[in-house]
């Protein structure tokens, strides 16, 4: 299979703390690479990286075996979009939802000025949002429908590759789910490369391919999805794995605590 | 176990300035150190019960109706660990000024209290010699802090705010172990107010289901989540992501 992303050894410090650690990781086309780890372990700081948001004090990157460099270009911009943590934050407030995504698909010359209403509709409702959306603002929608929102957005420019930071950790778990849907069937149709970083194992297990592990600054693990799950690499993805609370499934005791062993 | 209620909640109406009702006739009881669990979505109005029982409703919100007999104290733990502490106050201090008000010991009393209380939470001796501010601390010791805090109230009732859920997995699982043991060793009842359907079943022998401000459901927490009878609460029993079990350490070489 086709190689969409190669990170080759890059290191990233902010003054003395070296935030990443020679990173080197490959993203299969088609697939989706989930990225786990606890807060400070770097995974943003990666995500960002590869957005091209941070420029990486050493190492190198390609998309589809093309060389990214510090300064992109727009094309190269345009390839990689990213989806973030907080829709709140990464909807522009005084912005209609068309104006939003007009802008993106004008900028990036996606379509003519003369088809972007269309291309708007379509978009809304690839996200299952209907068209009236399009007059309103970020404020008059919910946390789910913000996010998907900013995945129209961010699908609108037709990227390789799209990064989801931690896309469902501001949601409820009923919407969660509707939204890791949405990602799963537009992947499929869409044939989309992810990035899916997250701190929930149980969100990473239903929309990943490989899992990837990372603690302090490095990568400890790369493996298969069901490998990963059942028989981890790493001690510390044990630890990881092991301190996932679980839903009782069996009529023992019950209430109190029983860590998993 | 002693089964006389130390809280009994009959009724609750909570309403906004807007005549918006956002806890409606919510009623349940808590027995001497037993733990309830109140789960539901965001919005669904378990922390304004919380904020409710600790007689800490927001501005704007009041109680129209319904009444809440408690017969012990109660204290809080927030979610933001960072949050609830004066980022300008070393830890030590914090904690021994609690210790202060609530328990009326000397200074000197109150500053080796706190320590105590600061050992049996499991934060590092070496806080004696010298103290902290929280920004020098963990995410996870700030909420053993918080924790101590609460308990430096000698209270009768825990009340826990989504403790965990700002917590990474590794040191959610620490902090409730450290609540379990601690319940297990001071006898405190606890209300547990969570989204985590998981973390709930671990922590707490009852749950109460909560939806748009009414209780949907409650009942022991392993009936509740084998054999719910209400539809919502099915629904976010199906909603939890699963975490396959993990294969033993060290069992079998080969995968296929």
Redesign the interface.
């Known amino acids: 299979m086709d190689l969409s992303l190669q990170v080759n050894n890059v290191t990233v410090r902010y003054g003395g703390f070296t935030a990443l650690d020679n990173i080197r990781l490959e993203v299969q086309q088609h697939t989706t690479l989930g990225l786990v780890g606890?807060?400070g372990s770097g995974k943003s700081t990666l995500a960002r990286v590869i957005a091209g948001l941070i420029i990486p004090d050493q190492g190198q990157l390609l998309l589809d075996a093309e060389p990214l460099t510090g300064k992109r270009t727009r094309e190269q911009r345009k390839k990689i979009q990213m989806i973030f943590q907080n829709p709140d934050a990464s909807l522009n407030p005084k912005h209609s939802i068309r104006q939003i995504l007009a802008e993106a698909l004008l900028f990036h010359k996606i379509v003519g000025r003369a088809e972007v209403e269309k291309r708007s509709r379509q978009l809304l409702e690839r996200v299952s949002l209907e068209g009236k959306a399009l007059d309103k603002y970020p404020h008059e929608f919910s946390g789910g429908q913000r996010q998907r929102i900013a995945i129209a957005r961010a699908l609108s420019v037709e990227p390789s590759l799209l990064i989801a930071d931690e896309p469902t950790s501001a949601l409820?778990?009923?919407v969660?789910?509707s939204v890791?849907e949405l990602l799963g069937t537009l992947k499929s149709e869409l044939n989309l490369t992810m990035l899916f970083i997250s701190?929930?194992?149980?969100?990473i297990?239903?929309v990943s391919d490989k899992v990837a592990v990372m603690r302090q600054g490095k990568l400890v693990e790369v493996s298969p999805k069901d490998?990963f799950?059942?028989?981890?690499e790493a001690a510390y993805s044990?630890?990881?794995?092991?301190?996932?609370?679980?839903?009782?499934t069996m009529?023992?005791s019950?209430?109190?605590?029983?860590?998993?062993t | 176990m002693a089964t006389t209620p130390v809280l009994e909640i009959e009724d609750l109406t909570l309403t906004a300035k807007t005549q918006e009702v956002l806890v409606k006739d919510v009623s349940f009881s808590l027995n001497q150190g037993e733990s309830l669990g109140l789960v539901g979505e965001s919005g669904s109005g378990k922390s304004l019960t919380l904020r409710a029982v600790l007689g800490l409703l927001p501005r704007g919100i009041e109680q129209t109706g319904g009444v809440i007999r408690s017969a012990a104290d109660s204290a809080m733990v927030f979610q933001d660990p960072r949050g609830a502490l004066d980022p300008l106050c070393p830890v030590v201090k914090q904690v021994a000024e609690v210790v202060y008000y609530r328990q009326r010991l000397s200074r000197k009393a109150s500053r080796a209290a706190a320590l105590e209380l600061l050992h049996m939470l499991g934060l590092p001796d070496s806080l004696r010699k010298t103290d902290r501010y929280p920004g020098q601390l963990s995410g996870g010791q700030c909420q053993r802090i918080v924790i101590a805090m609460a308990l430096a109230c000698k209270p009768g009732i825990l009340l826990c705010d989504e403790p965990t859920t700002a917590l990474d997995v590794t040191v959610q699982k620490q902090i409730m172990e450290t609540v379990g043991r601690l319940q297990q060793e001071l006898g405190f009842a606890m209300i547990f107010v969570t989204h985590n359907l998981a973390v709930a079943a671990a922590m707490c022998s009852r749950l109460a289901v909560m939806k748009k401000g009414e209780i949907v459901e409650q009942g022991s927490t392993l009936s509740v989540l084998q054999e719910p009878q209400n539809p919502y609460t099915q629904m976010l029993i199906n909603s939890v992501l699963p975490v396959p079990e993990l294969a033993p350490e060290g069992s079998g070489v080969l995968w296929t």
């Open positions: 606890e807060s409820d778990v009923s969660q789910l890791l701190h929930d194992l149980g969100v297990h239903a490998r799950f059942s028989r981890p044990r630890e990881l794995l092991s301190a996932v609370p679980q839903m009782p009529k023992t019950g209430g109190l605590h029983e860590p998993r």
